[in-house]
T-cell receptor
Framework: DAGVIQSPRHEVTEMGQEVTLRCKPISGHDYLFWYRQTMMRGLELLIY????????DSGMPEDRFSAKMPNASFSTLKIQPSEPRDSAVYFCASSRQGGSVGTQYFGPGTRLLVL | GENVEQHPSTLSVQEGDSAVIKCTYSDSASNYFPWYKQELGKRPQLIIDIRSNVGEKKDQRIAVTLNKTAKHFSLHITETQPEDSAVYFCAAIVTTSYGKLTFGQGTILTVHP
């Protein structure tokens, strides 16, 4: 099992540019979560999907953020236009129903720096 | 919705001492409580979990206790080692509903050699 895969691992961009973060969940997992982590705000849930359907996007900070899950093995988080305050580590996590429901497995994260 | 409070925010101990981190939750329907450890620059990783039908669970030097009546649960680390230094997060979830974990604010544990 390869675990949750995220790309890129690091991203440096300039203010105003579009940023796309990618995630491949663990095969067979039907929940996918996007988190943002900063020193000031800790670990924040941005949005999560169940069976590719967005369930709760109340954590998405503003319209500049959007997320999609076109199929069970791929999700994107897009920021357009990016701003310096978006600098953070973005984690994707996945989990499944059944015996281990609730156990979330995190990807390695994407460290985003917006200049 | 669920609210999870975690204390203390920082904890400093000497190697070999015990460390205890406490969390309280608000939703009495929560039935699964995982603990995550996050080392500097790494991802959060599950270290132990407990379900609401169990009062205590141990895994080597780590144990978790749950008091459903008081709605609090705790992480206990015995014989701490420098490699235990990390940020620890508690979380709670109602597994019968859509699987959204609510995390505590985190505890920075420092173990001094």
């Amino acid at each position: 099992d390869a675990g949750v895969i995220q790309s890129p691992r690091h991203e440096v961009t300039e203010m105003g540019q579009e940023v796309t973060l990618r995630c491949k969940p663990i095969s067979g997992h039907d929940y996918l979560f996007w988190y943002r982590q900063t020193m000031m705000r800790g670990l924040e849930l941005l949005i999560y999907f169940n069976n590719n359907v967005p369930i709760d996007d109340s954590g998405m900070p503003e319209d500049r953020f959007s997320a999609k899950m076109p199929n069970a093995s791929f999700s994107t988080l897009k920021i357009q236009p990016s701003e310096p305050r978006d600098s953070a580590v973005y984690f994707c996590a996945s989990s499944r129903q059944g015996g281990s429901v609730g156990t979330q497995y995190f990807g390695p994260g994407t460290r985003l720096l917006v200049l | 919705g669920e609210n999870v409070e975690q204390h203390p925010s920082t904890l400093s101990v000497q190697e070999g001492d015990s460390a205890v981190i406490k969390c309280t939750y608000s939703d009495s329907a929560s039935n699964y409580f995982p603990w995550y450890k996050q080392e500097l620059g790494k991802r959060p990783q599950l270290i132990i979990d407990i379900r609401s039908n169990v009062g205590e669970k141990k895994d080597q030097r780590i144990a978790v206790t749950l008091n459903k009546t008081a709605k609090h649960f705790s992480l206990h680390i015995t014989e701490t080692q420098p490699e235990d230094s990390a940020v620890y997060f508690c979380a709670a979830i109602v597994t019968t509903s859509y699987g959204k974990l609510t995390f505590g604010q985190g505890t920075i544990l420092t173990v001094h050699p």
